[in-house]
Nanobody, 124 residues
């Protein structure tokens, strides 16, 4: 049974930093592209970042490029999202997702497995 468990979300002031973690089990982690998505209240889930199996390729949404960094540790079956210079508009539930194969994707439907999400709230 595949499980993705996010952690690290909390209330933070604008300009601050957070690191989200997503621990995976039940799958061959290094065979999967990992992605982060977020969903604000009343809005659809949107792409944040993705990383290929060895971290050699990454992709970011324009809204977070230069502020967020995705990384992974295959020995720990964990993917991270370092978030710096946080803004109130970054407030959302953040989800990690796994996609079998090697192709990065910004489309939620392309991902096979999802975590339960972790809440990030950025106060102004």
């Amino acid at each position: 049974q595949v499980q993705l468990v996010e952690s690290g979300g909390r209330l933070v002031q604008a300009g601050g930093s957070l690191r989200l973690s997503c621990a995976a089990s039940g799958l061959t982690f290094s065979n999967n592209v990992m992605g982060w998505f977020r969903q604000a209240p009343g809005k659809e889930r949107v792409f944040v970042a993705a990383i290929n199996w060895n971290g050699g390729r990454t992709s970011y949404s324009d809204s977070v490029k230069g502020r967020f960094t995705i990384s992974r540790d295959n020995a720990q079956n964990t993917v991270y999202l370092q978030m710096n210079s946080l803004k109130p508009e970054d407030t959302a539930v953040y989800y990690c997702a796994a996609r079998a194969g090697a192709v990065l994707s910004a489309t939620a439907l392309a991902y096979n497995y999802w975590g339960q999400g972790t809440q990030v709230t950025v106060s102004s």
